[in-house]
């Protein structure tokens, strides 16, 4: 788990959890992000290398080991879960207001992505 390789920046507030994905606040501040919740899906994100961002850094983009299982499936699309705050899930979120947003790809069944968030996404109207 953790284990990452790419473009990791070493900025911003807030208290984050190792390996979950977050945000960027307009505060400056990074907190988990959810697909139910439109600001917190469209923001820039990145994943937590640690809990301090300043000194722990954040992973814009590359690859990263989750510590959550999202199948085994190589190469499908991830999407934040809308039901767990910091997670990726291979099921698009799909209820009413649920943010649609590729985040990467599935690598393989070690739990291994290729983080590189999307900068389109679509809010559902169910």
Known sequence: DDDHNG????????STTKGDICYLQSNGEWASAQANAENSSTSLLAIALGTDPDTDGMLLRGMYTLDHDVGDNQG???YLSDGTAGQAT?????DNNDVVRVIG?????????WFCPDNTWVVVSA
């Open 7 to 14: 473009d990791v920046v070493y900025f911003g507030g807030g």
């Open 76 to 78: 499908v699309p991830l």
């Open 90 to 94: 291979i099921t698009p979120p799909a």
């Open 105 to 113: 790809y599935n690598m393989g069944d070690d739990d291994q992505i």
